[in-house]
């Protein structure tokens, strides 16, 4: 999985900090999101997902905000630990099925 | 349980070939989605496969097809092959109960690369 990311902005955090992943998706119609970390040489792994009718879920460590009015999706994933590094992306669904993935954010971890 | 198993995991292609990629779902799954990964494009929905019927399409060509068999496993297969086929493909399964896209597991990918 080497060619995923070559050219993807790039969020650099201190190790035991919050790193906060943005996301702006496209269509107002969409109704179910999914956040999904990829690290290297893996497939994508769901980390925490959130429908339309709903505007914060959180997870272990995680949490996701949907904000409808600006078409906006945040993850928050506190005290980012190493295991953390990893390309994220967000994930869109329309109501026949068509998904639409974000180009993703690498996040990096400082020591 | 054994996570969804993509083969071969690396292969070489000359233009103008053809190939195939196979996928294994987690056991029980029925449905089986294919996306390609690119660096200019990301990921993007090719097709899905439940019950060994294509129930879900995207915007790729008629040059990439697919096909399930009766135990769920999945074939994709690219012919007449371009240089902009370059790419990882990710295999992805699913129970088949809501959406096609929801609740997926991906397997790790076949990296192809067309010379």
């Known amino acids: 999985g080497e060619s995923v990311g070559l050219h993807l902005p790039t969020l650099s955090v201190q190790e035991g900090d919050n790193s906060i992943i943005n996301c702006a998706y496209s269509n107002s119609a969409s109704d179910y999101f999914i956040w999904y970390k990829q690290e290297s040489g893996k497939g994508p792994q769901f980390i925490i997902d959130?429908?339309?009718?709903?505007d914060k879920r959180q997870g272990q460590r995680v949490t996701v905000l949907l904000n409808k009015t600006v078409k906006h999706l945040s993850l928050q994933i506190a005290a980012t630990q190493p295991g953390d590094s990893a390309v994220y992306f967000c994930?869109?669904?329309?109501?026949?099925?068509?998904?639409?993935f974000g180009k993703g954010t690498r996040l990096h971890i400082l020591p | 349980k054994a996570g969804v198993t993509q083969t071969p995991r690396y292969l070489i292609k000359t233009r103008g070939q053809q190939v195939t990629l196979s996928c294994s779902p987690i056991s029980g799954h029925r449905s089986v989605s294919w996306y390609q990964q690119t660096p200019g494009q990301g990921l993007q929905f090719l097709f899905e496969y439940f019950s060994e019927t294509q129930r879900n399409k995207g915007n790729f060509p008629g040059r990439f097809s697919g096909r399930q068999f009766s135990n769920s496993r999945s074939e994709m297969n690219v012919s007449t092959l371009e240089l902009g086929d370059s790419a990882l493909y990710l295999c992805a399964s699913s129970s088949g109960r809501g959406r096609t896209n929801e609740k997926l597991f991906f397997g790790s990918g076949t990296q192809l690369s067309v010379l």
């Open positions: 994930a869109e669904i329309e109501g026949d099925d068509k998904i639409i």
């Open positions: 959130i429908r339309s009718n709903m």
